[in-house]
């Protein structure tokens, strides 16, 4: 209403940010594919990932972004919340 009325755009509609239906949750083999590719390039330890070849319970977060990494975009935000739940997760794992 307020686009209508204020700013006299009289057909606006709202769209929400949602991935697509066929976005899902990767499957075992896919994920221990990909570290065994990034391991390859060097981007990373494969053992830090995967223990007798299936995801490691203890493994590290890898998080994958939909936007390259430059200036425009502040990570850094993302970052400062890794922490802050790193140590949340490690403080209620010490009780």
Known sequence: ???????RI???HVLYDRPP??????REEEWVGL????????ALD????LAAGA???TRPALVVS?????PDEDFGVLLEAMKELDK???SAAAV
């Open 21 to 26: 239906a066929r976005f899902r949750r990767t």
């Open 10 to 12: 009289p057909s606006a």
């Open 35 to 42: 570290v065994e590719r990034l391991a390859a390039q060097g």
């Open 55 to 57: 995801p490691s319970d």
């Open 46 to 49: 494969a053992a830090d990932f």
């Open 88 to 90: 949340l997760l490690k």
């Open 1 to 7: 209403l307020d686009l209508k009325t204020t700013w």
């Open 66 to 70: 939909s936007t390259s990494w430059t």
